[in-house]
Structure formats: structure tokens, C-alpha cells
């Protein structure tokens, strides 16, 4: 290498030569590599920083939305739970002091009769009337009566020349039957079987019988026995107030063991029934209180027992405490109560934490994603669509055509577009629309409002090319219009369109969380995030669970914020002297 090649540094069969072999200078045209306009754009755009932060930041949230659901180990509407053993109010007891009634068949007594009986009660009266009815009453210990009463206990129908009696209240047997035939036979208004007087109304082939009968008992007791019968029930009754401690029903014989103010009733070794002063009453509808834990319960009261132990059904030991309130008892059990986890702090399990509704909310967050962004292109695509097709008529036909869409643009322009969104949301809530149903309702409808801007943009380029000289060339070899307007016009207006529907794809997200977050946009199972950030509905969750919403608001703010880094660069880099 000689000493002038080494100053150069420059080796002579490394230089760049032509074609023919010779070598070419610095300044040769040659040299020079000439790239494509396309090219070009790219290498303008890959240098403009911002841009190409904008485009990491939307891989960024692409990847989260759309992998990051894939991956997770939880549902989008997945609920997380937990039991924890809570004791709870189980039931009450309070001091009875209301009359209660066991009827001897049903409806023996009506609502008079036992109204009535109060106030006879009160004046220390014997028998009283209601409605047309007489009843006497007979005390058979304290605060206790059986109440009797004139009632139609039998029905007589004549069949072929004789009657036919029929009852649910007595026994029907065939001297009864004899005797009121007897009866009808001599003309006579009533009779008397078995010591019993009947009165006979009615005409025709039908007649009634009446008689003087015991309806049913009344006592301030409560009587917890519905295995026993009206008989055996009486008979308990008058046995706990004796105080004697057996007696006999219906051919069975009971024991009566009593503690206290109440009493137990057994057969054998069977409980049946438990009499006493108190109401006892589950809190909850459909709470079933056995006989063995009321009188636990009673005895409990009784000897001012705070706490006890009762064995259930299922051979399982069962703690109850017993408060008291006044006149008033509460009793309380511990239970396995299912707790929905809601508003957990952020922790291993649960990164960002979980929401009022007991949700992961990265989960949401990465399916919301999908959501806000899937809704933002197919709007910008759908508006695309329309802005294009109608522009390009407008701006290549012009005269009445161009008249004709410009002022259909006007007149959507001039359309208030969230007082519209607000309506069509109460619309679609009052017809229960879907879910899903929903968010394809609301593209539809954010392309249609959003469209006239794009037509506006593409008339107004295709007006400034179809004058210019490939037009009229284009003209002059034949070419059909829509050829002419969509394979010639609109390709050179893509570029205005590739930065319009950049910028654009920020502002429908932003759109739709709005919408999402005043109610009316994504609902529930679907996340969006818009209705993430409207799940935090009052200051105390705001402020104190921060992790329910700072996410969510974060996501929008980054994709929106990189939509933006990515327009302004496509503009730079198709027009770089709009940054001059």
C-alpha cells in the first residue's frame, strides 16, 4: 500500500466501481441510492423518537390486553369467596303475652270469634256472640279456654227416599243417621243423640245439622307440638297447668316433665312437643327450631344460661349464646358464612388487588383492554368506510352530489352526539338489551355520529387531485369512475387518512370509557376500562382503595397517550415540512 493510500486510509480493490470495472468518484450519481417514497416515510417515522415510543407503548398494551388474558389464571368475571365462621343472630325469644288458638278442625274459628273472645275475656264474661254465632267459654287454668259454639257439624242430602249424612267435624255412625231420620220423619226442628242436642235447618233435599261443640282453646302458653293432635294438644295443656306429669290422648300415653314455667312433652323417649310461656322464632325465614333446641333454648332462659351446647341432626356439637335484650332474648351460633372478597389490597395472589364486586382487577384490566381497543379500531374502520366512499363521490361528481352529502355532513355535525348516547343507553337498559348486544350497538352508532369528519377530509383532497394531469390522463384512456376515484384518488389521500384514523383511534377510547363510565356504554360481565373506573362510586372507596381505579385510568392515559405519539410521527414523517 503506498504512503498516499495509507493517509486515506482507503484500500484500491475496495473501491466502488461501475458496471464496466472502473472505479467511481465521490460525487458519481451512481453512488447515490435512491429510496422509495414508501421507504422514505419509514425511515422518517423509525427516526421520530416520540413515535416510536408511541409504538412501543401500544405493543406494550397489546401484549397485556390480548396475551396477558390468555395466561391469567382467572376469569374475567371470576368472583373470589372465602367461609369464615361468623356468629350470627340464629333466632329470638320474647315473653308471650298474646292469646293463641288451636282450632278443632279448621276454620271452627273464625277472626270475631277469637276478637270477640278477648273482649269477653277482659269483662270476665262466660259466653259472648259474633256475627250470628254464641260461644261459651270455660276456664281451664290460667289464661287458658276452650271455646264452644253452635256450628253446623253435619250436611244431610236425601237419596232415594232417605238421608245420607256426611262430616268432618263429628263421627257419622248409623244411630246418628237413624235419629236424624227420625226426626225429619216427625217434622221436628232438632234432636238429641248421645247426650248431644242437634237443630236441623235447611229445606229442600239438603239440611244442616247443629250443634253445641267445643271449637278450640285458647291459652297465653305456646304450644310447640305439631305431631299431636287437637285432643292430645288439650290435654297437655291441662296437664303442664295442673302440674301432673302424665296423661293420655287418642289411646297413647305422654309424660310431662316440667322445669320452670315450661314443660316437656315426650312418648317414651321421644320429646313431641315443649309447652311454654316464651315465642320462639327463627331470624330467618324458613329456620327450622327442633323441639330438643327450643327446650334447650327454654332452659337456657330460665336459669340465665349465657351459653349451651345442643348436639344437631348430623351428630355435629353446635355452640349457641344467648343475649339478652330487655324482654327480649337473641340467639346467636357461630356458622360458615360465605364472604366475598372484596376491595383486597394488592398481594401475590392478587397484583393489583380485587374490586367491589370481589374481581381481580388486573384480570379485568387485561380483558377491558380488549375491549376498549377492539371498539376503537372497528369504529375507526366502520367510519373509515363510510368518511371514504361518500367523500370521494362528493369531491369527484361535485355539483348536486357534492351539495346533496355535504349537507348530510352538516346535519350530523349538528347533531348533540352524548345527549344521543345518553338516550340510546336508557333505550337499550329499558329493553334490556345484552350485554354483547350492546357493545356491537355502540360501534355502530359511534361510526355513524364520527364519519363526516373523514368525508370531509377525503372531498377536500380529491377535489385539490382530480384537476391535476394523471387524472386527465386517466380520463382520456377510458377508465371507468370507480376505478378512476378508488384506484387513482383515494390511494393518494391514504396517507391524510393513515394520520386521521391515528389520532382518531385515542378519542373513540377515550369515548367509549366515557360512556362506559357514565353507564351507558360496556356493562357487566364485560370489562371495559370505563365501567372499571365507575365501580368506584363514593370518595371513602376513592381515596382508599386507590389500586380500584388509578390502574384502569393509567391504561387509557398510556394507549391514548401512544395513539397520539403515533399520529403525530406518521404526519411528520408524510409531510416532514409541516414540522419546519
Given at each position: ?214 271449637l278450640g282453646f ?228 359511534l361510526a355513524i ?119 403525530d410521527g406518521l ?10
Amino acid at each position: 500500500m503506498s504512503i498516499e493510500e495509507k493517509k486515506t486510509g482507503l484500500d484500491p480493490e475496495m473501491e466502488p466501481q461501475g458496471p464496466d470495472g472502473q472505479e467511481m468518484a465521490l460525487d458519481d450519481e451512481r453512488r447515490v441510492k435512491v429510496l422509495s417514497p414508501g421507504a422514505m416515510v419509514a425511515k422518517r417515522f423509525f427516526r421520530n423518537k416520540l413515535a416510536m415510543a408511541g409504538v412501543v407503548i401500544l405493543i406494550i398494551m397489546f401484549i397485556f390486553s390480548y396475551i396477558g388474558g390468555m395466561i391469567s389464571p382467572y376469569g374475567e368475571s371470576q368472583i373470589f369467596e372465602d367461609y369464615e365462621e361468623v356468629v350470627t343472630d340464629f333466632a329470638g325469644a320474647t315473653v308471650n303475652t298474646d292469646y293463641r288458638y288451636t282450632e278443632a278442625y279448621d276454620g271452627s274459628l273464625p277472626s270475631a270469634a277469637r276478637t270477640s273472645m278477648i273482649l269477653a275475656v277482659n269483662n270476665g264474661e262466660t259466653s259472648y256472640e259474633a256475627g250470628e254465632n254464641t260461644y261459651v267459654l270455660q276456664e281451664i287454668g290460667e289464661n287458658s279456654y276452650t271455646i264452644s259454639g253452635t256450628a253446623t257439624v253435619a250436611q244431610a242430602d236425601r237419596l232415594a227416599g232417605s238421608y245420607v249424612l256426611s262430616s268432618e267435624a263429628i263421627e257419622v255412625t248409623d244411630d246418628l243417621t237413624a235419629a236424624f231420620n227420625e226426626a225429619m220423619d216427625a217434622g221436628a226442628a232438632s234432636f238429641t243423640y248421645d247426650g248431644v242436642e242437634y237443630t236441623i235447618t235447611g229445606s229442600g233435599r239438603t239440611y244442616y245439622i247443629s250443634a253445641m261443640q267445643e271449637l278450640g282453646f285458647a291459652t297465653q302458653e305456646i304450644i310447640e307440638a305439631s305431631a299431636l293432635s287437637y285432643e292430645a294438644k288439650k290435654e297437655a295443656l291441662v296437664a303442664t297447668l295442673n302440674g301432673d306429669s302424665s296423661f293420655t290422648a287418642d289411646g297413647t300415653s305422654y309424660s310431662v316433665e316440667i322445669d320452670g314455667q315450661s314443660a316437656v312433652i315426650s312418648t317414651g323417649s321421644e320429646e313431641v312437643g315443649v309447652i311454654s310461656p316464651y315465642s320462639i322464632q327463627g331470624i330467618e325465614n324458613g329456620t327450622v327450631i327442633s323441639t330438643e333446641l327450643r327446650a334447650a333454648i327454654i332452659e337456657a332462659i330460665e336459669t340465665d344460661t349465657t351459653e349451651f351446647t345442643l348436639t344437631d341432626a348430623e351428630g355435629n356439637a353446635v355452640d349457641y349464646e344467648v343475649v339478652r335484650e330487655n324482654t327480649r332474648y337473641t340467639i346467636r351460633t357461630a356458622s360458615q358464612t360465605r364472604l366475598i372478597q372484596t376491595y383486597l389490597a394488592p398481594s401475590s395472589s392478587h397484583w393489583l388487588g380485587t374490586d367491589g364486586a370481589g374481581m381481580d382487577i388486573l384480570t379485568r384490566l387485561m380483558y377491558g383492554g380488549r375491549i376498549s381497543l377492539m371498539i376503537g379500531f372497528v369504529v375507526v374502520i366502520l367510519e373509515t368506510i363510510i368518511g371514504v366512499v361518500l367523500g370521494g363521490l362528493a369531491g369527484y361528481f361535485g355539483k348536486w352530489v357534492d351539495m346533496l352529502i355535504m349537507r348530510i355532513v352538516d346535519i350530523f355535525y349538528c347533531i348533540p352526539t352524548w345527549p344521543i348516547l345518553i338516550i340510546l343507553g336508557a333505550v337499550m337498559d329499558s329493553y334490556q338489551v345484552g350485554a354483547q348486544t350492546r357493545i356491537y350497538f355502540m360501534m355502530v352508532v359511534l361510526a355513524i355520529l364520527n364519519w363526516p369528519f373523514i368525508a370531509r377530509i377525503v372531498r377536500g383532497q380529491i377535489l385539490s387531485l382530480r384537476e391535476q394531469e394523471f387524472m386527465v390522463a386517466a380520463e382520456a384512456t377510458g377508465i371507468s369512475v370507480s376505478r378512476r376515484i378508488f384506484r387513482h384518488l383515494v390511494p393518494n389521500v391514504i396517507p391524510q387518512l393513515i394520520v386521521q384514523c391515528t389520532m382518531s383511534l385515542g378519542g373513540i377510547i377515550l369515548t367509549e370509557s366515557t360512556m362506559s363510565f357514565l353507564g351507558i356504554g360496556v356493562k357487566f360481565p364485560y370489562a371495559s376500562w370505563g365501567n372499571i373506573i365507575s365501580s368506584v362510586s363514593n370518595v371513602f372507596v376513592m381515596t382508599n382503595y386507590w389500586y380500584c381505579w388509578i390502574p384502569a385510568g393509567f391504561c387509557i392515559l398510556v394507549t391514548v397517550l401512544g395513539f397520539n405519539f403515533v399520529g403525530d410521527g406518521l404526519r411528520d414523517a408524510f409531510d416532514p415540512k409541516m414540522k419546519r
